[in-house]
Each structure stands twice: as C-alpha cells, then as structure tokens.
C-alpha cells in the first residue's frame, strides 16, 4: 500500500495549524476571561462622584405646585443623600454611611438573639417580659434610614417622608401633640385634622401583634426602640395611607407622641418586612408581591417601590426560592449556596449560608444593610479569591470596615474579577463592578463592599442591590432579582 502524501509541505501546514489555532482556541479563551472579568470605568465614577447631591427639601405645598405626575401603586424611592442638607464631602457621606452601617449589623444581630432567646424561655415554660423591656430594630438609626419615599398620611392626605425598611414590620409616623419631636421636612401629623384615624384597644388583635405594646387612656400604645437609644412611643391606631393615586384604609400604624433620633427629615417608617404587622401582609393580596429599585446615591437618579399588578418580577429575573425562619418571620431569607469570584465557585461549607433549627444564621436580603455581611470564614475565602485575581492593581490601606482596598487614580477602566451569588436551584446573580467595588473619596481610592459579620446571619446589602428591581413574591416564595429595571 502507498504511503500516504502531504498535499501541503510542512512548513506550510505548521503556519496553517497556527492560524487555525488563533482562529479557534483564542476567542474561546477571551471568552473565558471576559466572562470571569469585569470592566469598571473608574473615570466615570469618580466624576459621579465630585458631582454634590441634589437636595430635594419639598413639602406637601411645592409638590402641589409642581404638578408631580402619580402612578397607582408606584412610588418614587430617594436616597439619603438627597435629602441632607449642606456642602459634606462624598468621603465624609460615605464614611458617616459606613458607622450607621455597622450600628445597624449590631443592633439586628442583638435583635436576633433576643428574639430566639425569648423563644427559648417560652419552650422552657417561663412567661414572656410584660410592659416595655423589648427592643425592636425597625430602624433609622440603624442604617436602614439611606432610602426614602413619601406617602400620604390621613384624610385629606398630607405627604411625608418615610423610610422603607425590609427588615422591620410596624409603619409608624410623628404625631401632633408632640410631647418630643425631632426635627423632620413636612408639618408634623395632626391626628384630630384626619377623619380616617381609628385609635385601636388595648385587647384588639392588632394591638396584640405587637412585639412591645401597653395600655393607657387612649388606647393601645406601642413602642419601638434603637440600639443607639433613639426611640417612637405613641398611640396605635388605623390610618388611611395614599401610594400614589391608590388609598388604602385601615392600616395599622404607630401615631408617635414621643420621638427621639436624627432622622434626616423623615416623618416615619414604612416596614416592608414579613411579619403580621408590615405593610405588604396588611395590604392582603396586593401586598403579596411587591418590588423596589434601589439606585446608587452617586448616580442623581432615583427607583421606584411598586405594588399590586405592576410589582410582578419583570421579564428576565433571576430567582431564588424565599425561606421562613420560624423563629424570625420579619426577614427575607434566600437560599444562597455558593459565591463565585472571577467565574469560580469559592470552596465554602454550604452550612455557612443556611439557618439551622434554633433559628440561627441564614442569609437575608436587607434593604436597610448597606454592605453584604458574610459570616468571617465565607468573607475571608471571597476576599483572598478576589485579592489574588486583583496582583496587578496597586493596594491602598483598609477604610473603617473594608480591609481591601485600591489605589486607582490614574486609571481611566480597570479590570476586575467578577462576583456572584448562587443560589440553590442552580442559578447565578453575576454582579456589575460597580455594586462591589465603590469608590471612598475623589481621588481613586476604591473598596471591596463585602465585610465580615460578627454574628451568625449573613446580609445581601443595599449597595449589591443597587440597580437590580428586587422583587418579593411571598405568595410563591420567591425573591426575584432584574438588572436595569429601575
């Protein structure tokens, strides 16, 4: 048999099969790595960020004037920054961002452990606190004050400033007559000028739901209470609340008589957590599924919370099943298995992320927590992961909770390893640079936005929610998570 003949001479088939190589295995490996990398414009952050806030001070009168369009249901969401009055650095913004975040993370683990030790007395049969010994964290204090919405209160209804909250339930605003008020941007509520207001009794089932409540003349009186010895002391009642164009009757909220805290003009608190008393379980079934769009405060713009038939996750959602911890029924927990950094799953326990049968640990998704909180041994394997994919970037030293940091002035784009969540039925909320490398001052200094807890629950904060529409679907326990859906 004849050996078989090169139709092409050798050098020419090696310079062929190097073509054919750059050709074929070249893409794949850019594909790879644009997959595993991200690009972050840092010339374009920086300038966001030497742009001051617009400060939106209006009050019911300037918003009348201005003719501002409504929307049943759809509420525009402002950030803190807007509201602040005065000329302070976006280093010192940030910063003062950062203490209300870590007060935050502290009073919710204090308020966790709180909560499953008086689970515990119950199961050992001793009798639950009487009066008001409880501290709630519904709050402001806590960091959970960085986003702002305004709704009407009563009947006419009179616009105020509300904080939104997901890991808090009683809605409660400032009342007239004040025996203690702070400072805050509209009139304060005047009760006796609604003819929707209903005081509650003290033996009333809503009045019960409270987590520290007591009686006096008026009726059912409620308490909640900060880790920073801010507090709301008032009257419960039922109140029409106005979203939009959309009025809703008989809403339990605190009426406040007595009030203590910064609360940056604020009139009160819409709790948008799980529990009986929130706003979306006493809107019933509108309030089954309701979104938000939190955008960044560097950027001027603003989201929106939406409820009812406009609220359903958009076309393109990433979701992940919504777990009940028993033992905390106010927070949104999620089935977080795994976090990968530049296309690679980090090797973690899968125990770090779950709550166990006391009702500790879990991973929630908080819109009052600004930076994601891992439990130490899961934020250390991320950072070194992301570390080691960032050798060519120069290091900066660590700012009050972040250990990671970088110098990149000069930069015009840099890349960075991407960051993502995965969830337990298989799927990945891959992140954009911008909502995990954030800059610290003017100059270049950028951070990693991940920091240890010192407690057992893990929090997805605000800042990687950051232009993602976060959809609550408690009726077919899912969270849903849309990019670019503000």
């Keep these: 048999m004849e050996a078989f003949q090169l139709a092409v001479p050798f050098k020419e088939l090696v310079l062929l099969s190097l073509v054919c190589f750059l050709l074929f295995v070249t893409p794949a490996v850019s594909a790879e790595k644009r997959a595993a990398y991200h690009s972050l414009n840092v010339a374009a952050r920086l300038q966001e960020v030497r742009s001051q806030p617009v400060h939106l001070q209006h009050t019911n009168e300037q918003e009348e004037n201005q003719n501002v369009p409504r929307h049943p249901w759809k509420l525009q969401i402002l950030h803190r920054d807007a509201l602040i009055v005065g000329n302070l650095t976006y280093q010192h913004r940030i910063i003062e961002r ?10 919710l683990n204090r308020r966790m452990e709180k909560k499953l ?20 964290i519904s ?17 006419p209804a009179r616009e105020q400033y509300f904080v939104l909250d997901t890991g808090s339930d009683v809605v409660w605003v400032q009342c007239q007559p004040c025996n203690d008020c702070y400072d805050q941007a509209d009139p304060v509520f005047d ?14 089932p809503v009045c019960n739901e409270l987590d520290v409540a007591d009686c006096n003349s008026r009726g059912c009186v409620y308490q909640v209470a900060y880790g920073d010895g801010s507090y709301s002391i008032g009257s419960f009642a039922t109140e029409t609340l106005t979203f939009g ?19 940056v003009g604020a009139g009160g608190l819409l709790g948008l957590g799980a529990g009986r008393l929130s706003f979306p379980t006493q809107l019933g079934t ?23 038939p406009a609220s359903e996750p958009p076309a393109g959602s990433v979701f992940t099943q919504l777990l009940r911890n028993p033992q905390m029924d106010t927070f949104y927990y ?13 090797s973690l326990p899968q125990s770090v ?10 991973v929630i998704v908080d819109s009052g927590t600004s930076v994601t909180r891992l439990q130490k041994e899961a934020y250390e394997a991320m950072r070194d992961a992301f570390v080691a994919g960032t050798t060519d970037l120069p290091r900066a030293p660590g700012i009050a909770i972040f250990d990671t940091c970088y110098d990149l002035s000069g930069h015009q784009t840099v890349s960075v390893p991407t960051v993502g969540f995965h969830f337990l039925n298989g799927v990945g909320l891959i992140l954009p640079a911008g909502n995990y490398l954030i800059p610290m001052d003017s100059k270049g200094t950028f951070c990693l936005a991940f920091a240890p807890t010192s407690g057992d629950l893990s929090i997805i904060g605000n800042i990687q929610q950051q232009h993602f529409r976060v959809s609550i679907d408690s009726e077919s326990s899912l969270v849903g998570f849309a990019p670019n859906q503000c």
């Design 334 to 346: 999620v089935s977080l298995t795994a976090i990968s950094v530049g296309g690679l799953l980090v």
């Design 98 to 107: 950062l203490k209300r975040e870590s007060r935050r993370v502290k009073a």
């Design 117 to 136: 030790n008086k689970g515990k007395e119950m199961m050992n049969g001793k009798s639950k606190t009487e009066g008001f010994s409880g501290v709630v």
């Design 139 to 155: 709050g402001m204090a806590e960091g959970s004050g960085e986003y702002f919405t305004r709704i009407g209160v009563g009947t």
């Design 286 to 308: 509108y309030g089954k599924v309701f979104s938000y769009c939190l955008v960044d405060r560097a950027s001027g713009s603003s989201g929106t919370l939406e409820f009812g």
């Design 353 to 362: 992320f779950e709550f166990d049968e006391t009702g500790q640990g879990g």
């Design 191 to 204: 009760p006796s000028s609604s003819a929707s207001f209903t005081s509650i009794s003290c033996g009333s």
């Design 245 to 263: 164009t959309t009025a809703v009757q008989n809403v339990g909220i605190g009426c406040g008589h007595d009030n203590k805290g910064l609360f």
